[in-house]
Nanobody, 124 residues
C-alpha cells in the first residue's frame, strides 16, 4: 500500500525554523509532482509549495516566498519543506501530497495521494 508520511512538525516561537519531511513508501515518486498544503482551524486547505520531478521547477504561495524552500531527494523518495522566519500565521496542519501530472497544480483535487499531516504551531 502506498503511503506518504510527514514528520518534523512541532511548537516553535516566531522567527524560528523547522524542516518538514515527507517519505513515500510502497512506490517511488517517479515523475510525480509533489506539494505541501496546510490547513488552519476553520479554514480551507491552502497550497503552500510544489516541486517538479527533477527538482528544477518550484512554485510557492506568495505568503511564504523567500521564507520556505521545497526540495526533494528522489533516491530517498522524500520531499522536504524548509521553513524559516516562521510567523504565527503559519500555524496549521501541514500535508504532503503527490500528483501524477507533470505540471505543478495548486488545487487539492489535482493530488491523488495525501499524508496524514503534521502539526506546526508558531507562538508569538
Amino acid at each position: 500500500q502506498v503511503q506518504l508520511v510527514e514528520s518534523g512538525g512541532g511548537l516553535v516561537q516566531a522567527g524560528a525554523s523547522l524542516r518538514l519531511s515527507c517519505a513515500a513508501s510502497g512506490r517511488a515518486f517517479g515523475t510525480n509532482a509533489m506539494a505541501w498544503f496546510r490547513q488552519a482551524p476553520g479554514k480551507e486547505r491552502e497550497f503552500v509549495a510544489a516541486i517538479g520531478w527533477s527538482g528544477g521547477n518550484t512554485d510557492y504561495v506568495d505568503s511564504v516566498k523567500g521564507r520556505f524552500t521545497i526540495s526533494r531527494e528522489n533516491a530517498k523518495n522524500t520531499v522536504y519543506l524548509q521553513m524559516n522566519s516562521l510567523k504565527p500565521e503559519d500555524t496549521a496542519v501541514y500535508y504532503c501530497a503527490s500528483s501524477p501530472v507533470i505540471y505543478l497544480p495548486r488545487k487539492p483535487y489535482e493530488y491523488d495521494l495525501w499524508g496524514q499531516g503534521t502539526q506546526v504551531t508558531v507562538s508569538s
